[in-house]
């Protein structure tokens, strides 16, 4: 028989068409929907945060806080764990970054990658990878505030002091007068003697025994913690053992240095630096110099300072700065997060950089979650440091203490995240 090739040529032409016009239909359709549903459930970053609140870390949901860190990871990574560093990757890899000639790595160690810098410094080189920071305690930022108060009352500017903020000559630390008199000014004096003649141990051990006899926020007081603190730091410095300053630790079989400074409470950043390493790669047998904790912060608000405990021993102090109309909370919370150069986000979604002008939080941010069950949510809380040093001992913050750079580098460079935090009256 014959076969109508014309006619079966059109037909399969125009069953071809239909196809074709079916299949875009259907590829749009689920294309719209994908859309839809991505627009629908994903979150916008950065979110706005309501004016007038607290700190918190620039890019991080503050309804969650994080979990430390990825062991040794880049700022942003998080894993279950107690505060750690992953194991470095063979060949330098993920981990704790080398540190810089004569310098410690000041990375989070439970985590944030970044460059090397000595703690007490100008803050060192960028850190690796995006790393977020937090908005500032004028800048009106947070999720929760305790107490907006006045602080937009007419003629205040953020960062600044307004005509409702307490007069400078008011807005300063209670010092109370010291009850030891003429025998706690005659212990005072020589310590300042062996400090002088750098006998560092001496003066740490003689502090720690005077300071539970003074009174707190006295002079002598004030006088006693700013030596232990700086004969500490040069003792730490110098790599000393002494006296159970610091420990002895030779690496066992699949140690990692994130599981070093994870099991002693301490962080990569000071066991690379103390023992001058230039990298994260340590190998059995290898001898290092710890200082383990754990380790605790207290803060008096109405004293402006910031105490740093090891084991229970007072290990160091520093002047701070609290927030404007009593805008910190007297509660307990944990440091859940530490950063390098943090980001400066303002409530109407301005962003700063670290180092530009109008990034008013410094070099470093802690960031913090509350501990327990507080009667009201606090939320973007931290301690930082500042673009005005002048602000510390100040009530200029919305809500975070601040500090001196060169001050909350020493706090970054030893406390891993997990630390508790006490902040009273």
């Not at 690796?128 to 108060?149: N, T």
């Not at 913090?368 to 809380?381: E, F, I, Q, W």
């Amino acid at each position: 028989m014959k076969y109508d090739y014309l006619y079966e040529s059109g037909r399969a032409r125009g069953a071809s068409g239909a196809k074709r016009l079916r299949l875009a239909v259907i590829f749009l359709f689920v294309a719209a929907l994908t859309a839809f549903v991505i627009w629908k459930t994903i979150p916008a970053d950065p979110v706005p945060t309501p004016k007038g609140g607290p700190e918190r870390p620039a890019g991080v949901s503050p309804e969650a806080p994080k979990q430390d860190p990825v062991p040794g990871g880049k700022s942003g990574a998080v894993l279950p764990s107690s505060g750690g560093e992953t194991p470095p990757v063979p060949g330098g890899g993920q981990g704790e970054p080398p540190a810089q000639t004569a310098s410690p790595s000041t990375s989070a160690d439970p985590g944030a990658g970044a460059s090397a810098a000595i703690p007490g410094g100008n803050g060192g080189a960028s850190a690796v990878g995006p790393v977020s920071g937090a908005a500032d305690p004028a800048g009106g930022e947070g999720v929760s505030s305790a107490k907006s108060g006045p602080s937009q009352a007419p003629g205040y500017v953020k960062g600044r002091p307004g005509p409702q903020d307490t007069p400078p000559e008011k807005d300063k630390p209670l010092v109370p007068e010291e009850k030891q008199g003429a025998s706690a000014a005659e212990e005072l004096k020589k310590i300042e003697t062996a400090f002088a003649q750098k006998d560092f141990a001496l003066v740490s051990d003689s502090a720690q025994k005077l300071l539970p006899q003074l009174t707190p926020g006295s002079e002598p007081y004030r006088a006693a913690l700013r030596l232990l603190t700086e004969a500490n730091w040069a003792r730490l410095l110098a790599g000393d053992t002494s006296g159970g300053f610091a420990v002895k630790h030779i690496v066992g079989a699949g140690e990692y240095l994130g599981r070093v400074a994870r099991k002693n409470k301490t962080t990569v950043s000071a066991i690379m630096f103390v023992n001058k390493l230039k990298n994260t790669n340590i190998m059995v047998g290898q001898k290092l110099i710890l200082h383990p904790g754990p380790w605790k912060i207290t803060v008096s608000k109405k004293r402006r300072q910031l105490e740093l405990w090891r084991n229970g021993i007072i290990f160091m102090g520093f002047d701070v700065g609290i927030g404007r109309f009593d805008k910190t909370p007297s509660a307990a919370f944990t440091i859940v997060d530490r950063l390098k150069h943090p980001v400066y986000r303002t409530s109407d979604g301005r962003v700063f950089q670290h180092g530009e002008q109008g990034n008013e939080l410094g070099d470093y941010f802690l960031k913090l979650a509350a501990s327990g069950k507080p009667n009201r949510p606090l939320l973007g809380y931290g301690i930082h440091g500042t673009a005005d040093e002048s602000s510390v001992t100040r009530s200029l913050s919305n809500g975070c203490v601040r500090m001196r750079n060169a001050d909350v580098e020493k706090l970054y460079f030893l406390v891993p995240a997990g630390t508790p935090v006490e902040i009273g009256e």
